[in-house]
T-cell receptor, first 115, second 113 residues
Framework: GAVVSQHPSWVICKSGTSVKIECRSLDFQATTMFWYRQFPKQSLMLMATSNEGSKATYEQGVEKDKFLINHASLTLSTLTVTSAHPEDSSFYIC???????????FGEGSRLTVL | LAKTTQPISMDSYEGQEVNITCSHNNIATNDYITWYQQFPSQGPRFIIQGYKTKVTNEVASLFIPADRKSSTLSLPRVSLSDTAVYYCLVGEVLTGGGNKLTFGTGTQLKVEL
């Protein structure tokens, strides 16, 4: 079946550094990808919708300068957490919608820990 | 976007059938109902999707009444490995489109021996 790969699966960084998380659709093209954040024992919260070749659409309350999203190709979207702080520590999950079938597939998530 | 309401948690025993009901009173005409399963520290995994009446696949059944204001996910003969959070999502499905899916609180299912 279709696979969405996230990398890294986990990352630890120091406060103030920037971290990039990649989301790749491995065997299909995705015109739209979504980024979610999930805190412990909470539901997934949609952060932004990214469309290939255009600017991402951010949900209310999500700082676009803090969470930079780039969707440069039909198989890759990246989320960069800039100047990370401990409160940014979370589980980040992406999903990708197949350009062919419209089906939605989720990645395995990336756990960010900011010290 | 249609809001969903599910029980926060449910307990069951191995071998039993589990039914998780989701309310979505404001579901729109174009909305589909999709259920996902999530294990700790993993991404959500698709279980089943439907529009109306009944849908069945190899892992679950989805029952949707005529008014579509609710849906019930049925897991036959659960096992310990079915312990997870189950999310009911409602959203418009557009082939190649960009509709977003909003997650509700989900239902934590705990299966015991």
């Amino acid at each position: 079946g279709a696979v969405v790969s996230q990398h890294p699966s986990w990352v630890i960084c120091k406060s103030g550094t920037s971290v990039k998380i990649e989301c790749r659709s491995l065997d299909f093209q995705a015109t739209t990808m979504f980024w979610y954040r999930q805190f412990p024992k909470q539901s997934l919260m949609l952060m932004a919708t990214s469309n290939e070749g255009s600017k991402a659409t951010y949900e209310q309350g999500v700082e676009k300068d803090k969470f930079l999203i780039n969707h440069a190709s039909l198989t890759l979207s990246t989320l960069t957490v800039t100047s990370a702080h401990p409160e940014d520590s979370s589980f980040y999950i992406c999903s990708a919608r197949s350009a062919n079938t419209g089906e939605l597939f989720f990645g395995e998530g990336s756990r960010l820990t900011v010290l | 976007l249609a809001k969903t309401t599910q029980p926060i948690s449910m307990d069951s025993y191995e071998g039993q059938e589990v039914n998780i009901t989701c309310s979505h009173n404001n579901i729109a005409t174009n909305d589909y109902i999709t259920w996902y399963q999530q294990f700790p520290s993993q991404g959500p995994r698709f279980i089943i999707q439907g529009y109306k009446t009944k849908v069945t696949n190899e892992v679950a059944s989805l029952f949707i009444p005529a008014d579509r204001k609710s849906s019930t996910l049925s897991l036959p003969r659960v096992s310990l490995s079915d312990t997870a959070v189950y999310y009911c999502l409602v959203g418009e499905v557009l082939t190649g489109g960009g509709n977003k899916l909003t997650f509700g609180t989900g239902t934590q299912l705990k299966v015991e021996l």
